[in-house]
């Protein structure tokens, strides 16, 4: 069964500091993996996709995701944090060897980001 | 905007009363979605249509029924509601389900309190 785990329920930052969101995943065979960011009372907003081959992928805003795929990790990091960063983060994925269009999402990341 | 609206945005409602809540996209996308999303959960799968009058149900499916009776609508019934339904439920699309990397694009959600 596909699965999504992301640890933390907070991370805490100060602005200018590089930021970290961690994920972890499990599937059945290879995955498509997302990120999405939530701003309050709003709909989850895609951020960036795992392109197969690429290790480290660039998103919207300056952040982009490094693969492991020993680690089954997707880690979502920026090199420098900004206080609008602040939101609610989701990791996300699909199976590649699923037929059916199925998204199966994390429980969510707060990130703070403090001046 | 991936053009999918969502209505009502909020309700309040009794249990015991039927809800209906209505997803709308101007784009004749093919897949459409429901999730509800709670605190520690994230998001989880409640139906989803591959087509017109073509559902299939997620992971949360039990006391939610779906119909897709036109490309553009994707309804979402609460038969009985019940303070478990207690949530925001997002409608999301999917652009090109012909690419597995395809992502979903989410609405603005519509937050529901049974009471």
């Known amino acids: 069964a596909q699965s999504v785990a992301q640890p933390e329920d907070q991370v805490n930052v100060a602005e200018g500091n590089p930021l970290t969101v961690k994920c972890t995943y499990s599937v059945s065979g290879n995955p498509y993996l997302f990120w999405y960011v939530q701003y309050p009372n709003r709909g989850l907003q895609f951020l960036l996709k795992y392109i197969t081959g690429d290790n480290l992928v660039k998103g919207s805003y300056g952040f982009e995701a490094e693969f492991n795929k020993s680690q089954t990790s997707f880690h979502l990091k920026k090199p420098s944090a900004l206080v609008s960063d602040s939101a609610l983060y989701f990791c996300?994925?699909?199976?590649?060897?699923?037929?059916?269009?199925?998204?199966?999402f994390g429980s969510g990341t707060k990130l703070n980001v403090k001046p | 905007d991936a053009g999918i609206t969502q209505s009502p945005r909020h309700k309040v409602t009794e249990t015991g009363t039927p809800v209906t809540l209505r997803c709308h996209q101007t784009e004749n996308h093919r897949y459409m979605y429901w999730y509800r999303q709670d605190p520690g959960h994230g998001l989880r799968l409640i139906h989803y249509s591959y087509g017109v009058k073509d559902t299939d149900k997620g992971e949360v499916s039990d006391g939610y029924s779906v119909s897709r009776s036109k490309t553009e609508d994707f309804l979402l019934t609460l038969e009985s509601a019940t303070s478990s339904q207690t949530s925001v439920y997002f409608c999301?699309?999917?652009?090109?389900?012909?690419?597995?990397?395809?992502?979903?694009?989410f609405g603005n959600g519509t937050r529901l309190t049974v009471t």
């Open positions: 999301a699309i999917r652009e090109n389900p012909g690419q597995g990397n395809s992502p979903l694009h």
């Open positions: 996300a994925v699909r199976d590649l060897n699923d037929n059916v269009n199925k998204f199966y």
